[in-house]
């Protein structure tokens, strides 16, 4: 396919077939994308971050490993990073973290509102949404446990292609949230890949 | 009332009202306890690791700190804490994670399976336990991101008091896996108290 793009603040929903590689990009720069994914034969599987962090045995998330079901099944494995920095700790934003983060700032429905809309015609229900997986998101963690929310590192063209290890529905975002972005809002660009054929 | 033991590699499930204080105690030190909590009006709310890092701004929560439910409200407020070292990372242990880390042993249904059997009562099915708060599990992380399963710091009779923000069906377990407890299977006791009398 040719990229596609997902305008700034807004989030799309697709289906990828087991072998995929969804390939997401930054094309400016210090933009986040929230990745969603669910089972496509039944939504009431999808990505873990806690399943994850077990696994992987790490929070620092890149080429090589993987995404983890709450059912302990891989998702999505990370076959290329030019980032390899994301978040997997943070929820989507959401008109409630507008209102305690931004009081002073427009309601925004967020990720959380764009994805609950893009993922509804797959059945997926709001309360389904769990921790997405932040492509280009920057939250350091102290020594003592305080996180922060900083600007990508990522420059414009940077990427992350990730392998569909089931056939998937995926919600896919460009972030709506101030301090996520460095306090611009740009687009998010994609494709998907066919599997590379068997040597 | 009195105080109730939750026998090792099991778990329970029951209701506390918004106000009472719900008190975790590991009896012998060094026992980690699986904690949930759902809102007894809908167990489509739940808590959710993602939403309480977002608004707590750390991932070290002790004493002051709440725990938000995926659709943003506090559920639960940390109000005595003798220990303040636990976990939020991590996903219940289950068959599939003792398949995983300790293939030489028995499988165990874990606190998952405990969870799980002591929740259905309430409606709440398997696919709808998130990553659990994970009283006395002390999960380090290191500055690149990798994590580690380490022993409890938690001695005989340490506890945490946690003060009901709704009314609440809670989950609670002596948690089953191996490296979280020090190598043995505790038991865990708790009680709830009622609210304190207004001045």
């Known amino acids: ?41 039944d939504v009431r599987e999808v990505i873990s ?7 992987e045995e ?3 998330l890149t080429t090589g490993n993987r995404i983890w079901s709450n059912r302990s099944n891989p998702m999505l494995t990370i076959v290329e990073d030019t980032v390899g920095r ?19 700032q427009p309601v925004h429905r967020g990720c959380f509102g764009n994805l609950a809309v893009a993922l509804a015609p797959y059945g997926v229900e709001p309360d389904m ?7 280009f998101m920057n939250v350091p963690i102290a ?28 919600g896919l975002t460009a972030c709506s949230a101030y301090a996520s972005n460095g306090g611009s809002f740009k687009p998010i660009h994609y494709d998907v890949a066919e599997a590379p054929m068997p040597a």
Chains 1, 2 share one sequence.
Do not use: K
């Open 49 to 55: 971050n806690g399943r994850t962090f077990d696994y």
């Open 1 to 41: 396919m040719t990229v596609a793009e997902i305008l700034p603040r807004s989030g799309v929903g697709f289906q990828i077939q087991q072998g995929q590689v969804l390939r997401v990009i930054d094309p400016e720069g210090a933009q986040v994308s929230d990745l969603l994914a669910y089972n496509a034969a």
């Open 143 to 170: 020594s003592n446990g305080r996180l922060r929310v900083d600007s990508p590192v990522s420059g414009p063209g940077d990427y992350i292609c990730l392998r569909a290890e089931m056939d998937l529905i995926i």
């Open 129 to 135: 949404i769990p921790c997405a997986f932040n492509l």
């Open 86 to 104: 994301h978040d997997f700790l943070l929820t989507p934003c959401s008109e409630a973290t507008f209102r305690h983060f931004y009081p002073e």
């Open 58 to 60: 790490t929070i620092a």
